[in-house]
């Protein structure tokens, strides 16, 4: 059983990092892609950032350059490092993974195709 649970959420100003981090109890193994949703109030839930086994990484484009994901399959571990938040980023952000069966798979950004999924942490971003 897949078990997510993400940590590292809080208030900041406009400009501020943050550190996501999701600890996994399974999920995390050959063929699994690993990735962060985010979901703002009145809003559906929207693809982030993912990374699959191989190590090659997929952003929405609104946070290329200011967001890093990575994992340590070791470690069971998720992160995502936010630099430079906006306002607009403020939301529920949610781990999340899926079983590809390859390395090297290319992950879908539908959250409807993702089964495995933390509680969220909320980030909120003050102008």
């Known amino acids: 059983q897949v078990q997510l649970v993400e940590s590292g959420g809080g208030l900041v100003q406009s400009g501020d990092s943050l550190r996501l981090s999701c600890a996994a109890s399974?999920?995390?193994?050959?063929?699994?892609?690993m990735g962060w949703f985010r979901q703002a109030p009145g809003k559906g839930r929207e693809f982030v950032a993912a990374?699959?086994?191989?190590?090659?990484?997929y952003y929405r484009d609104s946070v290329e350059g200011r967001f890093t994901i990575s994992r340590d399959n070791a470690k069971n571990t998720l992160d995502q490092q936010m630099n430079n938040l906006r306002p607009e980023d403020a939301a529920v952000y949610y781990c999340?993974?899926?079983?590809?069966?390859?390395?090297?798979?290319?992950?879908?950004?539908?959250?409807?195709?993702?089964?495995?999924w933390g509680q969220g942490t909320q980030v909120n971003v003050s102008s």
């Open positions: 999340a993974t899926e079983f590809y069966g390859s390395m090297r798979a290319m992950p879908t950004r539908d959250p409807e195709d993702w089964r495995y």
């Open positions: 399974g999920g995390t193994g050959s063929g699994y892609v």
């Open positions: 990374i699959n086994c191989a190590g090659s990484t």
